[in-house]
Structures are given as structure tokens and as C-alpha cells.
């Protein structure tokens, strides 16, 4: 059983950046592919990015490619997320997820197993 505990959410004016964090423990991390998703109060959850496991490759969904940045360090089992030029519709709880896929990514939710419990982003124009 993987647990996941996200961090690093916090109230930021538009335009500046956080760095979320995703520490997993109980599995083997290096193994997993590791996803980020939100979700905005009265929308469904979205895909945001996913980094592979065997390249450490990042994908992203279309509303953050370019401004966002998810990385991760299978020496400390944690994921991260850079987020620059945040503005208002980025306003979200943010999840951490994890999947044992063969290759690759994904962007479904129900291709992850383990999600965290969410970390709040606001973001104030």
C-alpha cells in the first residue's frame, strides 16, 4: 500500500510561484509513475502532469504546459511541482497520484491506484 502526503499549498497573489511537494512512502516509489490532477470547486478533477518512472520524463495538460514543472527525486520518494505565472484559474486542490503502469504516463484518473489527501493553491488577482 503506497500513502501519499502532498504539501506546499498556500494563498499566492497571480503572477508568483509555489512548489508543491508529494513525499510517498510504502512502495517502491522508483516504480510508479507519479501524477499531479486538480480540482476546482463545482469542476471535475483535471490532469495536470505525470512523470514516468523510467525516464523521468514530465507530460502536462494543456492549460499548464509551459508555466508548470513536475519533476521528481526517487532518492527522497518525493514528487514535485514548480508552478510559475500562476494566475486565478489555477485556484485548486491539489493531488498527488500514483500508478503502476508497464511504460509510459497517463492523464486518466482511474489509472492511478493511491492518491494523497489534496494540498489548497489560491490564487489572488
Known amino acids: 500500500q503506497v500513502q501519499l502526503v502532498e504539501s506546499g499549498g498556500e494563498l499566492v497573489q497571480a503572477g508568483g510561484s509555489l512548489r508543491l511537494s508529494c513525499v510517498a512512502s510504502?512502495?517502491?516509489?522508483?516504480?510508479?509513475?507519479m501524477g499531479w490532477f486538480r480540482q476546482a470547486p463545482g469542476k471535475e478533477r483535471e490532469f495536470v502532469a505525470a512523470v514516468t518512472w523510467i525516464s523521468a520524463i514530465g507530460y502536462y495538460g494543456d492549460s499548464v504546459k509551459g508555466r508548470f514543472t513536475a519533476s521528481r527525486d526517487n532518492a527522497k520518494n518525493t514528487l514535485y511541482l514548480q508552478m510559475d505565472g500562476l494566475n486565478p484559474e489555477d485556484t485548486a486542490v491539489y493531488y498527488c497520484a500514483a500508478a503502476n503502469l508497464r511504460a509510459g504516463t497517463s492523464n486518466r484518473e482511474v489509472d492511478y491506484e493511491y492518491w494523497g489527501q489534496g494540498t489548497q493553491v489560491t490564487v489572488s488577482s
Open positions: 510504502g512502495g517502491n516509489f522508483r516504480r510508479l509513475v
